[in-house]
């Protein structure tokens, strides 16, 4: 079975401070991990994606995720937020081989001025 | 690239009638096809994926059924809706192979049920 948690529903943080969202997994053998971002009203955007190779990922807008196998996570990263990065993010989850993808439950990301 | 239209974007409509909302994507032949429902601005879930004409997966048994026609639109309708379908739908089409395989999402149609 594949689920995808995002232990946090709410992350704040001030402009110009590093950001972190959490992403744990559970998936049978190797993953395919991605992020999205949501804002007010609109569809998902794809960020970023985990097949293979290099375990950090840089990916739109400045946001980076690393792979840990240890700890089955895949948190997403930038360096210093900025107001216009408050958005709803969402991680996801596919075992190679299946059709579908699994997501996590969001986290709300403010960006306080 | 792949781009997806969804109509209409926004829908009111009473209990008990019927719906139909459309997905058509361009820039890309024979996709996955996938429809998700948000419910209060937060988790996805799958309704349905296709991975051709004629093809419809379903992965949550419910009030809504789908369709895919033509290779490139899909269709999610309803005979009667009730207020638990109110949500943000979303369209999505998987792209690449392997090792590019990436879920493209239109912008949505927020259906509200009264």
């Known amino acids: 079975a594949q689920s995808v948690a995002q232990p946090e529903d709410q992350v704040n943080v001030a402009e110009g401070n590093p950001l972190t969202v959490k992403c744990t997994y559970s998936?049978?053998?190797?993953?395919?991990l991605f992020w999205y971002v949501q804002y007010p009203n609109r569809g998902l955007q794809f960020l970023l994606k985990?097949?293979?190779?290099?375990?950090l990922v840089k990916g739109s807008y400045g946001f980076e995720a690393e792979f840990n196998k240890s700890q089955t996570s895949f948190h997403l990263k930038k360096p210093s937020a900025l107001v216009s990065d408050s958005a709803l993010y969402f991680c996801?989850?596919?075992?190679?081989?299946?059709?579908?993808?699994?997501f996590g439950t969001g986290t709300r990301l403010t960006v306080i001025p | 690239s792949q781009t997806i239209h969804q109509w209409p974007a926004t829908l009111v409509q009473p209990v008990g009638s019927p719906l139909s909302l459309e997905c058509t994507v361009e820039?890309?032949?024979?996709?996955?096809l996938y429809w998700y429902r948000q419910a209060a601005g937060r988790g996805l879930q799958l309704l349905f994926y296709?991975?051709?004409?004629?093809?419809i997966s379903s992965e949550v048994p419910q009030n809504l059924s789908a369709s895919r026609p033509q290779d490139r639109q899909f269709i999610l309708s309803s005979k009667k809706l009730l207020l638990s379908d109110s949500g943000f739908y979303l369209c999505?089409?998987?792209?690449?192979?392997?090792?590019?395989?990436?879920?493209?999402f239109g912008p949505g149609t927020r259906l509200t049920v009264l």
């Open positions: 296709s991975v051709g004409i004629g093809q």
């Open positions: 985990y097949i293979t190779g290099d375990n």
């Open positions: 998936v049978s053998g190797n993953p395919y």
């Open positions: 820039g890309t032949s024979n996709p996955n």
């Open positions: 999505a089409t998987r792209v690449g192979g392997p090792s590019t395989d990436t879920q493209y």
């Open positions: 996801a989850v596919r075992a190679r081989g299946a059709n579908n993808l699994f």
